[in-house]
């Protein structure tokens, strides 16, 4: 029915897919793209023989426009060889804008309720903070940041990234830190 339907309407050549319209491999759309030279102009016999979905079929005939080839779908009598057709899938491609600006909207929305939650997207760290903590030590063993994260199993640049954002581990508070510091007495007296 849809081959008989684009001969009768003028259609010289044919490409056919096989396969379902949502699969991102057609290599019939390919070859017809392929195929189209400038002045042609590309039929469907339903938009949805063309576009996996809007942003899809808007992106198709944009590359198409792109070309100087137009578009003509026979079911929708949609023809953008003529400025009305033209006209139509310019509003097309605003409600195709409009969807994805609604989806960023509500991507945002989420994320930000998400976060009033207490919970933080993305991977979660690969330097977990007993491995940091490992890697200092082992540092201060004299390895150095690329053999530390070697023993650790994890990446070099991880470990340079959470040693330089994180604060160093706190001092032993039984230490002194200088000579006028002890471990037991007043300040400014020294205990040997």
Not at 38 to 62: F, K, M, Y
Not at 159 to 185: F, I
Request: aromatic share 4%; glycine share 10%; charged share 25%.
């Amino acid at each position: 029915m849809q081959t008989d339907a684009l001969r009768k309407a003028g259609c010289e050549r044919i490409f056919e897919d096989t396969v379902s319209g949502s699969t991102s491999e057609r290599p019939g759309l390919s070859s017809a793209l392929a195929f189209l030279r400038e002045g042609d102009v590309l039929g469907v016999w339903r938009l949805d023989r063309l576009g996996r979905s809007l942003p899809h079929l808007i992106e198709v005939v944009a590359g198409l426009e792109a070309r100087g080839v137009g578009f003509r779908s026979l079911t929708e009598a949609i023809d953008t060889t003529t400025p009305g057709g033209r006209l139509i899938f310019h509003v097309f491609g605003a409600l195709g804008q409009f969807e994805r600006d609604l989806i960023r909207e509500r991507t945002k929305a989420g994320l930000s309720a998400a976060a009033a939650r207490g919970r933080k997207g993305g991977r979660k760290p690969v330097v977990t903070d007993e491995k940091l903590q490992k890697a200092r030590m082992l540092l201060a063993q004299g390895l150095n940041v690329r053999e530390a994260a070697l023993r650790l199993k994890i990446g070099k640049t991880a470990l340079y990234v959470a040693l330089s954002t994180t604060q160093p581990a706190p001092k032993d508070s039984s230490a002194p830190t200088s000579e006028n510091d002890t471990r037991a007495g007043p300040p400014g007296t020294h205990v040997s």
